[in-house]
């Protein structure tokens, strides 16, 4: 028997739906409707999702978790077309931000998560993260793929309306862009960028949006921040990032919650052993997180309790100095090099996409350099 609600609820039917759909559902659904309806529809900031979405709708969906291999009806990129207006990243800003120094006594951590997607796959939607992000009114910032963006819009939209979450540009497919140059580089680095900016344009013409003009405007027309798959750069792919307006946002707490034997309370040590005031911490919101869910309210209260705050990203860095390097690693410099082999194994995968705007698709990784 399902115990998730899946109905999608359009238009005029909200309203009535809102009130009705939750006990409606069956029993598990209508517990997550009801705790999320409360808790979204009572904070600050939250009227566009209040507007757009159905508490039933935005609540955890299980079957969504786990990502779909064989699947390419996402492989074809964002067609081409003109971005919003950028500046290239300034020379103080450009390099790998690991992590950011706070003045004394502010205690400010920023939680990361990835939502990553390779061609030939559906990646997962972990529901049960967000809902208790919400729950607990903690901030994120969720380092979404460009297929990720295109698979997933409606999870895309209500992330977005969602003044608790940022969103950030992960490549368009999880390729290591240590191999790739070029147009395909390039590809890797704007495709997001097209296909967020698309997501956008076509959420700001829906009834809901048009309605709240002032709650609308205040959504980022364009993707600031960016995260190399894998953890991996160089000096062109860093500049790529840069040159397009993107500051590179890596991270100094891993929770290695993309291996399955990491358990919840192994994750929780992590972010309790080595977080600090300015910590960037990686988590995965893909289904890859295997166990994130579990660890994060094992975590957070504790953080809480000693003071921290959660911030996006964006706040952490107005809040004081980023430490940059001219590299990009996981722990410590040239550890994420192994994953050049990786993805150079995984080119065979690579789909041969044909029509319009799928020319940059069928990339070739080039050889290690
Ligand atoms: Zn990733």
């Not at 309806?37 to 508490?55: K, T």
């Not at 910590?279 to 094992?298: C, D, K, Q, W, Y």
């Not at 390097?325 to 996981?330: L, S």
Request: proline share 7%.
């Amino acid at each position: 028997m399902q115990n998730y609600c899946s109905t999608v609820i359009t238009g005029r039917a909200r309203g009535l739906a809102r009130a009705t759909l939750a006990m409606a559902c069956c029993v598990g659904g209508a517990h997550f409707a009801m705790a999320t309806d409360a808790l979204v529809h009572n904070r600050p900031g939250s009227d566009l999702l209040q507007a757009c979405f159905a508490p039933a709708e935005l609540a955890a969906n299980p079957a969504e978790k786990s990502p779909r291999k064989g699947q390419r009806a996402f492989d074809r990129p964002e067609p081409a077309r003109q971005l919003a207006p950028f500046q290239p990243v300034s020379a103080n800003l450009r390099g790998a931000i690991r992590r950011v120094k706070l003045p004394p006594g502010k205690k400010l951590i920023a939680l990361t998560l990835d939502l990553c997607e390779q061609p030939g796959e559906i990646a997962g939607y972990d529901g049960a993260i967000i809902d208790y992000l919400r729950k607990e009114g903690v901030k994120a910032t969720l380092f979404v793929g460009g297929k990720w963006l295109r698979s997933h819009e409606r999870r895309t939209r209500q992330l977005m309306a969602d003044p608790l979450f940022e969103i950030a540009n992960h490549s368009a497919a999880h390729r290591n862009l240590r191999l790739l140059s070029g147009r395909r580089l390039l590809d890797e680095v704007e495709e997001p960028q097209r296909a967020y900016e698309a997501i956008h344009e076509r959420f700001g013409k829906d009834r809901c949006t048009a309605a709240l003009p002032q709650a609308w405007q205040s959504l980022p027309n364009r993707m600031s921040l960016f995260r190399f798959p894998f953890g991996a750069c160089n000096k062109a792919s860093l500049d790529a990032v840069n040159d397009a307006g993107l500051l590179a946002i890596q991270w100094d707490v891993s929770t290695g919650d993309p291996t399955p034997a990491q358990s919840a309370k192994a994750i929780a040590r992590e972010i309790l052993n080595s977080a600090r005031p300015g910590s960037i911490v990686i988590g995965h919101a893909n289904g890859r997180g295997f166990h994130t869910a579990e660890a994060l309210p094992l975590a957070i209260p504790k953080l809480k309790a000693q003071g921290y705050s959660f911030v996006t990203v964006s706040e952490l860095l107005a809040a004081g100095t980023p430490e940059i390097v001219a590299t990009c690693y996981n722990l410590r410099p040239g550890d994420t090099d192994r994953y050049d082999d990786l993805a150079t194994a995984f080119r065979h995968k690579l789909p041969k996409a044909t029509g319009p705007g799928s020319a940059n698709w069928s990339t070739t990784i080039e050889p290690k350099r």
